[in-house]
């Protein structure tokens, strides 16, 4: 299965809050990412959590961190339509990029 | 602009037709990647670049191959492709260690 695991879809009303969660594997995980994916684009990084941190706020983003249960959850508040796309959650293992483990990606959908 | 620029955006193929995505980016990032994102997988490693003349194997290797004679750029090359290389492939690029990653817009290839 999957080392970094997120549920695939979550659909919410326009003005309410998200949450996506995410669990990883590896407890010497030093950095922990949120990825968002619009169609046809890339991957855009939305914000990332040192694993020494227990939450990070940026505007409307909230990360929280539960390392002891290696969860770690993005809440969007006041979610809008632009905000539909797909949120990828990833695990940095070392101190290299190329020991960074991703998602599934969870597909969010903001209903009017 | 920042970006990491990816050609083509899509390509259709035939097995066994050798082609070559190529990607560059104007950051002066030392480190590059390659992923295949497939549904419900995310994205998985094929190869990346610690800097020039240094690449190695990703989680899924088998079928391509890479060069980075550039700083800039990081071609991906399927010198006989299969059906089963069908998939959207990312480039991207960090300064290296643990920092985030830019991400191309992504080339749907399609092999037939």
């Known amino acids: 299965g999957e080392d970094v695991e997120q549920s695939l879809f979550l659909s919410v009303r326009e003005g309410d809050s998200s949450v996506i969660n995410c669990t990883y594997t590896?407890?010497?995980?030093?950095?922990l990412y949120w990825y968002k994916q619009e169609p046809g684009a890339g991957l855009q990084l939305l914000t990332y959590?040192?694993?020494?941190?227990d939450m990070k706020q940026d505007q409307r983003l909230t990360v929280l961190l539960n390392k002891k249960d290696k969860h770690l959850s993005l809440r969007i508040a006041d979610t809008q339509t632009g905000d539909s796309a797909i949120y990828f959650c990833?695990?940095?293992?070392?101190?290299?990029?190329?020991?960074?483990?991703f998602g599934a990606g969870t597909r969010l959908t903001v209903k009017p | 602009e920042a970006q990491v620029t990816q050609n083509p955006r899509y390509l259709i193929t035939v097995t066994g037709k050798k082609l070559t995505v190529t990607c560059s980016q104007n950051?002066?990032?030392?480190?590059m990647s390659w992923y295949r994102q497939d549904p419900g997988l995310g994205l998985r490693q094929i190869y990346y670049?610690?800097?020039?003349?240094?690449?190695d194997k990703g989680d899924v290797p088998e079928g391509y191959k890479v060069s980075r004679k550039e700083k800039r750029n990081f071609p991906l090359i399927l010198e006989s492709p299969s059906p089963n290389q069908t998939s959207l492939y990312f480039c991207?690029?960090?300064?290296?260690?643990?920092?985030?990653?830019?991400f191309g817009n992504g080339t749907r290839l399609t092999v037939t």
């Open positions: 590896d407890s010497s995980s030093t950095y």
């Open positions: 950051m002066n990032h030392e480190y």
């Open positions: 670049s610690m800097n020039v003349e240094v690449t």
């Open positions: 990833a695990e940095s293992r070392g101190y290299n990029n190329n020991d960074m483990r």
């Open positions: 959590i040192f694993s020494n941190m």
């Open positions: 991207a690029s960090s300064l290296g260690g643990s920092r985030p990653l830019h």
